[in-house]
């Protein structure tokens, strides 16, 4: 079997309308952009590198956040949707990864452990697996390279990979107690993280 090489590949381009046009990789939690923790949870969970799609404040971004070794690449599209960085993401992945380890930028509760457990059962380029918390499937997930065509054709908006989810097999790799998958949308999600 040929090398397995599962670079992550972080989502970072939302500019927060529903929270007064704060761009998410820049809220702070717990002394440190949002990015930084994304970045941080592919890293120690044992990724082959990072991409990271930058799109609202994305200057702003590049001064703020110690991103470390990780390729930051722009998406001038971002308002366009979450679809939109995906396919800028995909397109600079690394030549002959293997498989993708798709985080968003606004789940700090997805921990390096939950990142260990989806590498895990990685096994080929058809795998298809994602982070399972009291049996709801959620994030991260891992999309095998053979399913990059289909989720190039079928991501528009911010569906993202929901289609593609949605019409095959996916493993759920259980990561209950180890990782809470909620994301930041609304000032109240703010609230119950203690970002201010």
Known sequence: MSEL????????????????????ALLPYRGRPLLEHALAAARDGGCDGTVAVLGAA????????????????DNPDWRTGLSSSLRTGLAALPEGASAVLVL??????????AV???LAVHAGRTDLAACAYAGRRAHPVLIGAAHFPELLATSTGDAGARVLLANRPVTPVDCTGVAVPDDLDTPADLARWDIH
Request: glycine content about 14%; proline content about 6%.
């Open 5 to 24: 090489l599962v670079p992550a590949l972080v989502l970072a381009a939302g500019g927060g309308s529903r929270l007064g046009g704060r761009p998410k």
């Open 58 to 73: 994305a200057e702003e971004v590049r001064e703020r956040v110690d991103t470390g070794d990780c390729v930051l690449v």
């Open 104 to 113: 968003l930028v606004d789940t700090p509760g997805v921990t390096a452990e």
């Open 116 to 118: 260990r457990r989806l």
